[in-house]
């Protein structure tokens, strides 16, 4: 069994940055892909970004230009950089990760974006 934990999230106003982390309890973040989802109130669970295990990224269009992913394999570790945040990035922010051919999520972490 593999535990994602997240942090980083908080409280910040537009405009602002925050850094998401996602720590992996063992390795395996470099041999599939691995993603960030976010949950607004009322709405779906939608993907945010993601890195493929060639380092390939995709990101959504409401996030491109604003948001990067990045993993340090080495920490087990992957991170979400948020600039320029607006009201509509307020969601949870959820991690995922194919490890071992498994499925795992974390528990989320509020990021809240207001004046």
């Known amino acids: 069994q593999v535990q994602l934990v997240e942090s980083g999230g908080g409280l910040v106003q537009p405009g602002g940055s925050l850094r998401l982390s996602c720590t992996a309890s063992?390795?395996?973040?470099?041999?599939?892909?691995s993603d960030w989802y976010r949950q607004a109130p009322g709405k779906q669970r939608e993907l945010v970004a993601l890195i493929r295990s060639d380092g390939s990224m995709y990101y959504a269009d409401s996030v491109k230009g604003r948001f990067t992913i990045s993993r340090d394999n080495a920490k087990n570790t992957m991170y979400l950089q948020m600039n320029s945040l607006k009201p509509e990035d307020t969601a949870v922010y959820y991690c995922y990760a194919v490890i071992n051919h498994m499925a795992y999520w974390g528990q989320g972490t509020q990021v809240t974006v207001s004046s």
């Open positions: 063992r390795s395996g973040f470099s041999r599939d892909h």
